[in-house]
């Protein structure tokens, strides 16, 4: 029997990249270029499975397409905000992620810019670097303790949970407001407190770490209104998705000191990050790094293909999300 044909959008580690060739009639991307809105539509029509990432956006249009062939679009990443989800349900078309593998990777992106942005660290680097460094002085750079401080997590599934953890150890109190959270999968070893309301936890916490999907609900969740709620002394940290936040309120925040800093990993208009952020000192700024470690980016990999395996082996891929 002929082995099903794969499309994968980007390169990927070598060696998951390999274990598609033994599995798959894999067809690579060898020179890793970001796919044209025609060659999503040639994928979809040629291959049995198509292999997307977050630089894929998979519209109803391509998924639409007359003549799909394409019957499971196993997604490269546990967000899938780059797909229409809709449109894959009503054609049909099944979908996979990747949860879990990227947990811990993503939780330790987001406590390295809480406390990047709280100590200046980016900033003391570049200071640094650039020869400012005259020596040693008692008021020199100094930024915002991290002990002791609370964390508001909004949004509290596997990764705020991990960062939770992490923030224990920095003895910091935590607070979190989730409307769908799993009771039957919170770690209950974390004394993390629900608070009822988004509001609750922008007057509370000294850092605001975004965990939620990016979804038409939470679209700009994060705004101008948000902002004011926030302490004059609170940071904003992003590893989710940037559409949660609306970049313009927070640029107007942070020129205005209206919060005091910023870690992003996530844009509104990846890869454009706005000149007026790239000119701030009181944000840390990271190219969506959430799950770039080599072990991650392999478990990732190897978790599309075992989804997409179970899938032709007439099995229900495990990591279904339609
Ligand atoms: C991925 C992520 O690497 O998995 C996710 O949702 O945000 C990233 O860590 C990226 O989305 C690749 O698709």
Redesign the pocket.
């Known amino acids: 029997m002929s082995k099903p044909v794969v499309v994968v959008t980007r390169r990927w580690p070598n060696a998951v990249e390999e274990r598609l060739m033994d599995v798959f009639d894999a067809r690579l991307n060898d020179d890793d270029h970001p796919f044209s809105p025609q060659e999503l539509v040639d994928a979809i029509k040629t291959a049995d499975a198509l292999m997307p ?3 894929d956006k998979i519209s109803a249009d391509i998924i639409g397409t007359a003549g799909r062939k394409a019957r499971i679009i196993g ?6 905000n ?1 797909i229409d989800i809709d449109a894959a349900k009503k054609h049909g078309v099944v979908v996979t ?2 949860p879990e593998v ?1 947990t811990d990777c ?1 939780a330790d992106i987001a406590m390295i810019l809480l406390l990047s942005v709280a100590r200046r660290i980016g900033e003391g680097e570049r200071h640094l670097r650039g020869g400012q460094w005259t020596g040693w002085r008692p008021t020199h750079m100094m930024g915002q303790k991290v002990s002791g401080k609370t964390l508001g997590l909004i949004g509290y599934g596997r990764i705020a949970q991990a960062m939770a953890r992490r923030a224990l150890g920095f003895g910091m109190t935590l607070i979190y407001y989730d409307p769908y959270v799993d009771a039957a999968k919170l770690d209950k070893s974390v004394p993390a407190t629900a608070v009822s309301s988004i509001d609750e936890v922008l007057a509370q916490a000294d850092f605001v770490s975004l965990h939620c999907p990016s979804t038409p609900e939470t679209r700009h969740l994060i705004n101008s209104e948000s902002f004011a709620k926030m302490k004059p002394t609170a940071f904003l940290i992003n590893t989710a ?1 940037g559409d949660i936040v609306d970049e313009s309120a927070l640029i107007a925040a942070l020129r205005e000191d209206v919060i005091q800093g910023a870690g992003l990993d ?1 844009y509104e208009k990846e890869p454009k990050v706005p000149a007026d952020l790239l000119k701030m000192n009181n944000v840390v700024l990271l190219p ?1 790094l ?3 470690s080599t072990q991650t ?1 392999e478990a ?1 990999g190897m978790r599309v293909l075992t989804n997409v395996e179970a899938f032709f082996a007439g099995k229900t891929p495990p990591d279904r999300v339609v």
């Open positions: 990432t977050v630089t997604n490269f990443g546990v967000g899938f780059n992620n990747t990227l993503t998705r996530v969506h959430g799950s770039a980016r990732m």
